[in-house]
């Protein structure tokens, strides 16, 4: 029997705030958070992810660029010379400020020598929030997971502009193919309170670790376009350290702000 709490807000940094105080010691809890968390984290200066314990790494995913279909960006190459010209021009959308979808864009402006504190971004709550940007017309590229666009791709609402994986995914072209020299993979973990003994922790992580082998989990990979990646152990706490360097790194050097 599991429940769910959804704690939204800041980019996951007050559910996490939230998490740490309520269930400081509970055996029964997990906190789901992942690069958006960090990214967040990052921009605040924050290390709030010390307050909390890595259980696992669950899955890994890449963001989808996209515009409306009866708009007048249909492809990468129509945006890369709009950004040339003017980059004030283009407003992207996408998740939390600092968050993935917020340092791709960000990349992406870098890439292409351009300045990203010029960067026109406003932040959302979620992939349906951010289509609703779009055909308002407040917003003209929103950034998000496949899953959260892939029914307005399919039903030719969206044109998928590009992917930040290194090769096509989902049928469509990545940034790097594309010219674009950046890539991004997003990722979430499950965290267990500090609180904790090593022998609750290690419980934990072999119930999720049972949990990613069942029928179930499977199943839920392939109907979200979501990509497997467990990880476990010290190298999580490893892969931890390198992606909250890495966040810290593109924030400051991109000048990423709320």
Known sequence: SV?????????????LADFAERHRDDPHALLVGGLVMVGALAMKRSEALQQVAPVARLTSDYMVLCSLADRGLPTLKHLLPRLAADVQSVTFTGGSAGGVDHMLAAMLLRSLKLDPRRLNYTPTSSGKEAIALLQSGRAHIAISGYSEFKSGIEAKALHALAVSSRRALFGVPSLREQGVDT??????????????????????????????????????????????????GPELDSFLQFEQGIATVITQLLKLRS
Do not use: C, I, M
């Not at 429940?3 to 559910?15: A, C, D, I």
């Open 3 to 15: 429940s769910y709490e959804n704690r939204g807000g800041e980019g996951g940094t007050l559910g």
């Open 183 to 232: 890539e991004l993979a997003n990722w979430r973990a499950v965290f267990a309170p500090r609180g904790l003994g090593d022998a609750q922790r290690a419980t934990l992580r072999q119930l999720v670790a049972a949990t990613t082998e069942s029928h179930a989990w499977r199943q839920s990979l392939l109907e979200n376009n979501w990509v497997g990646s467990a990880l476990y």
